[in-house]
């Protein structure tokens, strides 16, 4: 996933009314200055819970390493668990 403002990798979903957006570290910084007042990407980046990575999708059984070679996913959930990131 990348940022919504500068293409980097996203670390950071924000709320923004209806919208989700990924934000990058730095996107993410000057939004909580812009939207909140202060910077809480500190505070932020304890609340993330760390990355959880399936080796093979619990539902179709189809591995990282298939999406990878072939660039399609085995099913729906597929997609879901792997964040729609078939490299990592």
Same mark, same amino acid.
């Given at each position: 996933? =990348? +940022? !919504? ?5 996203? %670390? ?7 919208q989700?957006? @990924? /934000?990058?570290? =730095? +996107? !993410? ?5 812009? %939207?909140l ?8 980046? @304890? /609340? ?5 990575t ?10 990282t390493?298939?999406?990878?070679e072939?660039?399609?996913y085995g ?6 668990l ?7």
């Amino acid at each position: 996933m =990348s +940022c !919504a403002y500068c293409e980097r990798p996203a %670390t950071y979903q924000a709320q923004a009314g209806l919208q989700r957006l @990924r /934000l990058c570290d =730095s +996107c !993410a910084e000057a939004w909580s200055r812009r %939207t909140l007042g202060v910077p809480h990407v500190g505070w932020l980046r @304890r /609340l993330k819970p760390p990355p959880q990575t399936y080796p093979a999708c619990p539902f179709c059984g189809a591995t990282t390493q298939q999406v990878r070679e072939t660039g399609l996913y085995g099913c729906p959930m597929c997609y879901l668990l792997l964040e729609g990131n078939p490299h990592g």
